[in-house]
């Protein structure tokens, strides 16, 4: 089945402790990126990434970083979370950006004590 | 400035109703304008893309309207099923990049 996969689904953690949220792609998708959703103010990029080893910075990349190491994989790292980080993130992969349709993982509820 | 603005609703609109949304977008140089479907915070799926000269699917015809910066969302018969909340999207500068509205909510009633 043709899917985006995110672990975890639901994490509690404190300030400062370093976490990182995994987000894979069964479909040789060569764009990938990463969201969060916040009421009011709708899905938000992150960081987004065209191919391997090759990442930028969507709208809202402070306090995130990721890495593009195989072409399945677009891990989402936090190495310092704090409660503003507090959000519903979303991974999704498309075929190559541009006019083609984003396919989204299931997503992760994040929490930031 | 938001770069991309809806109405949040909600719109409450009896089963076989026909129901418009708007969207607005602030740069002109937009590429590609979607319209994704998202139920109850889960995640978000294609529901149409918006191309230049409109385009239909069934009971949801979509149109784009470059001068004043707005696409639209028309959807008619709706159905209890149609519930749920709709986002409009843009992709720019660099077409890789994407904004979201905040979504309009849609509530289908018996």
């Not at chain 2, 028309?74 to 904004?99: E, G």
């Amino acid at each position: 089945e043709a899917q985006v996969t995110q672990n975890p689904r639901y994490l509690i953690t404190v300030t400062g402790k370093k976490l990182t949220v995994t987000c894979s792609q069964n479909m040789n998708h060569e764009y990938m990126s990463w969201y969060r959703q916040d009421p009011g103010l709708g899905l938000r990029q992150i960081y987004y990434s065209m191919n391997v080893e090759v990442t930028d910075k969507g709208d809202v990349p402070e306090g995130y970083k990721v890495s593009r190491k195989e072409k399945r994989n677009f891990p989402l790292i936090l190495e310092s979370p704090s409660p503003n980080q507090t959000s519903l993130y979303f991974c999704a992969s498309s075929v190559q950006g541009g006019e083609e349709t984003q396919y989204f993982g299931p997503g992760t509820r994040l929490l930031v004590l | 400035r938001k770069e991309v603005e809806q109405d949040p609703g909600p719109f409450n609109v009896p089963e076989g109703a026909t129901v418009a949304f708007n969207c607005t977008y602030s740069n002109s140089a937009s590429q590609s304008f979607f319209w994704y479907r998202q139920d109850c915070r889960k995640e978000p799926k294609l529901l149409m893309s918006v191309y230049s000269s409109g385009n239909e699917d069934g009971r949801f015809t979509a149109q784009l309207n470059r001068a004043s910066q707005y696409i639209s969302l028309l959807i008619r018969d709706s159905k209890l099923s149609d519930s749920a909340t709709y986002l409009c999207v843009v992709n720019f500068p660099n077409f890789n990049k994407f904004y979201f509205g905040s979504g309009t909510k849609l509530n289908v009633k018996p």
